[in-house]
């Protein structure tokens, strides 16, 4: 395993189920995307992100953090942390308890030739219980990251 340091900047793009996992409450599970820019120069091999969740039923989700790409063998993990707002639609019966919430998401990507990479990621928005309610949401997205050339 080892840090990945500069790399070039790059535009995720990733869809599938959101609000999966759920056994305590009911729950629509949705069909969601996610786009997110990170930009390729790291400060400690930390890189700025930024970026929007948005779902079937109106729920938008955008958010500024930072990550690490780690490589391990052929594959590139990648944790995000992020900061948001949450707009809820008519995705929650009850949405994720106030509009400040965090987010975490781990990739897994497997480099292609031109320098993209394809992959899964699982992604959790909440507010880690500062909100007095905190129910929370996961993700699970097929993911495709393009090089930007800028």
């Known amino acids: 395993m080892s840090l990945l340091a500069d790399e070039s900047a790059h535009l995720d793009l990733a869809a599938g189920g959101y609000a999966l996992f759920y056994s305590h409450h009911e729950r629509n599970q ?3 995307g996610n786009v997110t820019i990170r930009l390729g120069d790291k400060w400690n091999y930390i ?3 930024a970026g929007v969740v948005a779902n079937t039923d109106g729920g938008v989700f955008v958010y500024v953090g930072g990550y690490v790409d780690i490589q391990w063998g052929p594959i590139v993990i990648t944790p995000l942390f992020g900061v948001g707002a949450d707009h809820h ?5 009850e949405y994720l308890g106030g509009v400040f919430q965090f987010r975490l998401q781990l990739a897994a990507r497997y480099p292609l030739a031109d320098g993209s990479l394809i992959g899964i990621q699982l992604g959790h928005i909440s507010s880690a219980h500062i909100n007095k309610v905190n129910p929370g949401e996961n993700e699970v997205m097929v993911s495709y990251a393009m090089p930007l050339r800028w």
């Open 47 to 49: 890189g700025p992100a």
């Open 30 to 32: 949705d069909f969601a």
């Open 89 to 93: 639609g008519d995705s929650h019966d």
